[in-house]
């Protein structure tokens, strides 16, 4: 079965209905069992924490988000290997960040969630749905497939 990875953008994105197809048809196939959903404990947080500010509506409680998450996705435990590798991704990402062409992304920093789930994807060899412009610039650059 397809394992893909898919971030914190795309659940806000699914609550604000600004999904692309490409996206859309990524979450349909977690929810039916045709590929498998991958995060890890930071995109957990992410959501949860803006599950709690009001940006992804339709859970009743926090144990629904948590229910939702753990049926449809494996949450892989990060490791030291994941977590060094994503240290240099970082200090990597944020020049590449600020050399990029488009000038828009010259003041952007990586995410510390973002580096994460880019080494976590190298490690996996596994692609990653996104729309967040940094994660999907970083991303393509380190040779990692982004869907959007």
Request: proline share 2%.
């Amino acid at each position: 079965m397809k394992r893909i990875f898919l971030d914190t953008y795309v659940f806000l994105a699914a609550a604000t209905n600004t999904l692309t197809s490409i996206a859309r048809d990524s979450m349909l196939r977690v929810k039916t069992g045709k590929s498998r959903g991958v995060i890890h404990p930071l995109i957990v947080y992410e959501v949860l924490y803006h599950w709690y500010r009001g940006r992804i509506p339709g859970f009743i409680n926090e144990e629904e988000v948590l229910t939702y998450l753990n049926e449809l996705f494996i949450n892989i435990d990060l490791t030291i290997d994941i977590i060094r590798e994503a240290v240099k991704i970082k200090i990597e990402g944020d020049r590449m960040l600020r050399e990029a062409e488009d000038t828009s992304l010259h003041e952007r920093k990586l995410s510390t969630c973002d580096a994460v789930t880019i080494s976590l994807c190298r490690f996996l060899q596994i692609p990653i749905v996104t729309g967040d412009k940094d994660l999907k610039y970083v991303a393509e650059k380190l040779n990692v497939k982004v869907l959007w």
